[in-house]
């Protein structure tokens, strides 16, 4: 995914689509709830790629399952499978990420009554966050693993979330 890693293009994407915001940082997380509908699409790739195929064709159904599948999650909320989050003094913005540049706001959350929690799941991190005067809750999976591409800027996301 062209741009993934890039720091500042990721940043100018950002103050692009939002502007007169300071941008102090952002990064390319998934809707974690696509997790579950890849999980899904595997398994019914899996078995249609078997049937359609005669066998030996369980690999590539999987893999055409799966994007059919988060693909047809996230349209269904509204939202493209990869978001750029985007870390300002006051809020974090949640937005599509469309191609190489950032789109419309699918969730915000106000810095000052948004708890945030980061679990660990492997190479991954699982960024929650919770409006505590809305009740409003949406949980992003980030990556950390040093060969990804994305990690770096992910880490920067995580970093300034967890420590204030």
Not at 17 to 29: H, K, N, S, T, W
Not at 58 to 78: F, I, K, N, T
Request: charged share 20%; glycine share 12%; net charge negative.
């Amino acid at each position: 995914m062209a741009h993934a890693g890039d720091e500042a293009y990721l940043e100018e994407s950002a103050r692009r689509a939002l502007p007169g915001e300071a941008v102090e940082a952002a990064g390319i997380f998934s809707w974690q709830g696509l997790l579950v509908a890849g999980t899904v699409g595997v398994a019914a790739g899996a078995t249609a790629g078997d049937l359609l195929a005669g066998g030996g064709g369980e690999a590539v159904g999987a893999a055409l399952g799966y994007r059919a599948a988060v693909e047809a999650a996230a349209a269904s909320q509204g939202m493209t499978v990869r978001l750029l989050v985007v870390v300002t003094p006051d809020s974090v913005r949640v937005l599509r990420w469309e191609g190489d540049d950032a789109g419309a706001e699918v969730r915000r959350f106000d810095r000052a009554t948004t708890d945030v929690h980061v679990s660990k799941m492997g190479l991954s991190r699982i960024l929650t966050l919770h409006d505590t005067v809305t009740n409003e809750s949406f949980a992003l999976h980030g990556s950390v693993a040093p060969f990804s591409v994305q990690s770096k800027p992910d880490k920067v996301v995580l970093h300034l979330l967890t420590t204030g």
